[in-house]
């Protein structure tokens, strides 16, 4: 059971679902905030954080575990760019976005809001390319 959560399958599966879900976040989630009233918007903010993180928590963490597994399994070149692309991935959620949201649970902040956008494609084009990287492997 164990080695169902450590093969080479569910780390593409998890990286799947997380490509799926910062896609809609980037391309539909984040653009929505512009639209959100200005007075609900710090409720707004605090109901999404609360709620995205049950999804991207677990699948976060999964995959962490899941590059981590890898390396220890297979110390190719593949996997340690892998890890690395977590490895951003994970500073930019918690050294950029987590900030970003925390000043929007205040106000509103159209300034805020781009720049929430715009420095969550780091976010994005790590996790497209990890997908690619991963689903080449499987060529």
């Known amino acids: 059971m164990i080695k169902l959560f450590f093969t080479d399958e569910f780390h593409l599966l998890i990286t799947f679902g997380l490509v799926v879900l910062i896609w809609i976040i980037q391309i539909l989630h984040y653009p929505s905030f512009h639209f959100y ?3 609900e918007f710090p409720k ?3 109901f999404h954080q609360r709620s995205i993180s049950y999804l991207t928590l677990p699948l976060m963490v999964s995959e962490l575990t899941s590059a981590c597994w890898s390396i220890y399994q297979s110390y190719h070149f593949l996997n340690l760019v892998c890890l690395l ?5 994970w500073l930019s959620t918690f050294f950029i976005q987590v900030p970003l949201h925390n000043q929007l649970l205040l106000s509103k902040d159209q300034h805020l809001i781009a720049k929430l956008i715009k420095t969550n494609w780091i976010r994005t084009c790590a996790w497209t390319m990890k997908f690619m990287l991963l689903s080449w492997n499987f060529l």
């Open 37 to 39: 009233d200005e007075k």
């Open 44 to 46: 707004a903010m605090l």
């Open 85 to 89: 692309l977590v490895v951003l991935i």
